[in-house]
């Protein structure tokens, strides 16, 4: 069974589930802001549930392909077409395979990503 790790918190899922699912399950939130009430309810429309996936171990990411309405979501302004090359995902299309680290990042749309 996967395993999301999200703000610290380790999060148990079957295979296959939407992390936007798993996180909301777990009291957790995608979201940033009023976006937790404004937002696409899964559609992959509104962008607001961006995240930066990674892995604990360095494995292979175990997540869905990106879907042809996330990346054209995510090549849309306040998104780039870099997003996606920044490791940002629409938590509402992404199927969960494997464990994840999973970082919400600053700005409404979550399209703050710092560069360190």
């Not at 938590?91 to 399209?111: E, I, S």
């Amino acid at each position: 069974m996967p395993t999301v790790d999200f703000e610290g918190n380790r999060i148990e899922c079957p295979e296959g589930s939407v992390l936007r699912d798993v996180l909301l399950a777990a009291g957790e939130t995608p979201h940033n802001g009023r976006a937790d009430v404004l937002n696409c309810r899964e559609h992959g429309s509104c962008g607001t549930c961006a995240v930066e996936l990674g892995t604990l171990a360095g494995d292979e990411l175990a997540v869905s392909s990106p879907t042809k309405r996330e990346r054209a979501r995510l090549s849309f302004p306040p998104h780039s077409a870099e997003s996606l090359d920044a490791g940002l995902r629409l938590a509402c299309q992404t199927q969960v395979y494997g464990d994840l680290l999973v970082t919400k990042h600053g700005g409404f749309w979550g399209q703050h990503v710092v560069d360190e």
